[in-house]
């Protein structure tokens, strides 16, 4: 006979549990290790463990995803496993590769995974940009877990999951993740693996970054952003505690206001960050971590907080008019695993309260004299002068995150007349739905002049050309230029 010491079947437990071995089987095969090798006790044996994997499975189910680092070979198969088991309300794809060879992986939850349906915004959270920054990769996991679990059961989740596409990249460094060293403050892993910081790769409305190369995953967010219309984003990262919002950088243009830098939609990215800071246990205190200053509220103007150039943030914003935060969730970067549960629990009402946010302001559809909808018709409100217009998508869908207001809002698109109206938008997350204004065009006659739509914005190349980065206050004179053109015609 042999017996099988418990105590060493513990210590296999935890030696085994890093190399992401479940215990729970673990501690099953020990159990079945007690009893006696014998062909008479075999059934028994058999009987007992089956009853102890059902039993470890049922507890398992009931506890959800353990609160430790996944590593990207279990962070897949959790992703499959989700998508398995949730088929009608999840979609897991990948949108491109690390350097490496590792696929970045994004689940896509909703009532129509598998595609956008007009009127249904879609919302995105990405993580582990900086692959020393884990904590990001954790939280977004554990709302994976946390929405698929309690759809159906919990009112604010369906209701979520109902009203809107929400796309999740836990690791967008993945190759950074499986170098880094478990501290606080290592720099180590921060990078990808050619050594570069993928927030500093990006294209910038500011500073000319025609002399770099894209590397393989920013090439692979910038293409992702292509496939979808993404109306509202945040990216999560480590070392403080604070909602940083647009713009990152400056070139010292009219943008620049006392220190800060700001966009046309500063009220509504002030609303966005102080509703996460809020929600968030502590963030709204503005205490500050070891090394890092205080801010007011919990939030931060990137560029008063320091000028960040070629960052996801402000190309999200300018290019792909998808409003973008940047949240700082932990002041240790890759904390021990026993502070994961107490970080979930203080972000995990501000990651929910965030994503109702996608349905602030108006939305509709724009379409021409017959009824059919138009793409890249601009859509702009008056008042705020983006550096891109925000255009019509290829479903003729416009969105405009606003505060509730009255705003006029003006409709270009080419051969037919200029439509100005003016809404009162009421308060769209309450009602989990923004205001929906649609807009039917008239074709241009004779007697009017036929709208001159401003520069049309393209995004930038992935490549590097001259093209892949204009300044901004070039392309703030270009729409100007035209706008006052076509002001002087029509008076002449």
């Known amino acids: 006979m042999f017996f099988e010491p418990q105590g060493l079947c513990e210590m296999k437990c935890e030696m085994n549990q890093d190399k992401g071995t479940s215990c729970h089987c673990l501690l099953c095969l020990c159990f079945w290790k007690r009893f006696p090798y014998s062909s008479v006790v075999s059934a028994q044996r058999m009987f007992v463990f089956t009853l102890c994997l059902y039993f470890w499975c049922w507890l398992s189910s009931i506890h959800g995803l353990e609160f430790r680092y996944h590593n990207s070979m279990e962070m897949e198969q959790y992703l499959k496993d989700i998508n398995r088991r ?27 995974p598998r595609e956008h349906r007009t009127g249904i915004p879609e919302f995105k959270y990405v993580g582990n940009m900086h692959g020393n920054e884990a904590v990001g990769r954790v939280l977004l996991l554990q709302l994976i877990d946390y929405l698929t679990s309690s759809y159906l059961s919990d009112p604010l989740v369906t209701r979520l999951l109902n009203s809107s596409r929400v796309h999740i990249l836990p690791s967008m460094n993945p190759d950074g993740f499986e170098s880094s060293a478990r501290e606080c403050m290592n720099i180590k892993g921060r990078y990808n693996k050619n050594g570069v910081d993928l927030n500093r790769n990006f294209p910038d409305a500011f500073k000319s970054t025609t002399d770099r190369e894209r590397e393989k995953e920013v090439r692979a967010v910038m293409d992702w952003l292509k496939t979808e219309n993404f109306v509202l984003s945040a990216n999560l990262h480590g070392g403080a505690v604070v909602a940083s919002y647009p713009y990152d950088n400056s070139n010292g243009g009219s943008e620049l206001q006392g220190g800060l830098s700001i966009s ?8 966005l960050a102080k509703t996460y800071s809020y929600r968030h246990s502590e963030m709204h205190n503005g205490n500050g971590c070891y090394d890092s200053q205080d801010f007011s509220h919990g939030i931060t103007n990137g560029y008063q907080w320091y000028p960040l150039p070629g960052g996801m943030q402000d190309y999200n914003y300018v290019w792909a008019q998808c409003f973008e935060l940047t949240l700082e969730i932990s ?5 021990p695993e026993a502070q994961l549960p107490g970080l979930w629990a203080a972000n995990k009402p501000a990651l929910l309260a965030y994503m109702q946010q996608v349905h602030l ?5 724009v379409m021409d004299s017959y009824g059919k909808p138009v793409q890249n018709a601009v859509v702009e409100v008056l008042g705020r002068r983006n550096v891109c217009p925000f255009r019509t998508d290829r479903n003729g869908e416009y969105y405009r995150l606003l505060l509730p207001g009255n705003y006029t809002i003006k409709v270009m698109y080419p051969g037919h007349k200029t439509l100005t109206q003016t809404v009162q938008v009421p ?3 309450d009602a989990f739905s923004a205001l929906t204004h649609n807009f039917l065009l008239q074709n241009s006659d ?24 204009a300044p901004l206050l070039p392309s703030v004179f270009t729409t100007l230029t035209i706008l006052l053109l076509q002001r002087l015609l029509t008076l002449s």
């Open 361 to 365: 302001g108006v939305k509709g559809v």
């Open 331 to 335: 002041c240790c970067k890759y904390p």
């Open 264 to 271: 046309p939609d500063d009220d509504v990215f002030v609303h």
């Open 427 to 429: 308060y769209g997350p």
């Open 446 to 469: 004779y007697s009017s002049p036929a709208t001159q739509v401003p520069q049309f914005c393209t995004t930038p190349d992935l490549g590097i050309q001259e093209s892949d980065s």
């Open 86 to 112: 949730f088929p009608d309300i999840t979609l897991l794809h990948s949108i491109g590769q690390s350097v490496e060879g590792r696929e970045l992986w994004v689940l896509i939850l909703g009532q129509h």
